[in-house]
């Protein structure tokens, strides 16, 4: 008996599932009912065409009741609201591909205590707070990962900030389940 998901019935490709719906003007489709689409989390939603970056857009604590409609609303925001990029559009369908990371509970640390590969980080300075996931490629290090995140919070580099770290666990659409990172 093979563990593997239906399509659509693992968090990558739930998102997928979540943009075309959107995208033919329907409404999401039904939260899968299995692990781990039950509890409350929080997730950051990305897609990728022909590999570069299309959209991304999370949160770090649950804004939903349950991880399948956290899923659909940052599938959503991804696809049609991240700044960077125009709306998904049908077209682009064939060439997207989609990972999401569910995130742990975010802890407070020290630049020492942080591994670019292992977690990710966030760093605040007042209101301003600048995110950036584990194990993304070409940030192979903690200085190049918390220098990111500071520029996306626009913190400069003489300004006193906070940091804070968390695991993910990252569902690929070409994976058959969660690694954890």
């Known amino acids: 008996m093979s563990d593997r998901r239906p399509p659509g019935h693992d968090p990558a490709g739930f998102a997928r599932s979540c943009v075309e719906h959107l995208v033919a003007g329907e409404p999401t489709p039904a939260t899968p009912r299995d692990d781990p689409f039950g509890d409350a ?25 349950d991880l399948g409609a956290e899923i659909a609303r940052n599938a959503r ?20 591909s989609y990972s999401v990371d569910v995130l742990g ?11 670019a590969r ?27 990962q918390v220098a990111i995140a500071l520029q996306k ?7 006193p900030f906070d940091v804070q770290r968390f695991t993910v ?12 990172k």
Do not use: H, M
């Open 77 to 96: 925001s991804a696809a049609f609201q991240d700044p960077r990029f125009p709306p998904v559009s049908a077209a682009e369908l064939v060439d997207l």
């Open 153 to 159: 919070a626009g913190i400069g580099p003489d300004e």
């Open 169 to 180: 666990t990252r569902y690929r659409e070409e994976g058959s389940g969660g690694e954890r």
């Open 41 to 65: 989390a929080a997730c950051f939603v990305s897609i990728k065409k022909r590999g570069e970056l299309r959209g991304c857009i999370g949160t770090l604590s649950p804004a939903e009741a």
């Open 118 to 144: 292992a977690y990710g980080v966030i760093v605040n300075c007042g209101w301003r707070r600048g995110v950036l996931l584990p194990d993304l490629p070409g940030v192979d290090s903690v200085e190049r």
């Open 105 to 115: 509970e975010a802890e407070p640390c020290g630049l020492g205590d942080l591994d």
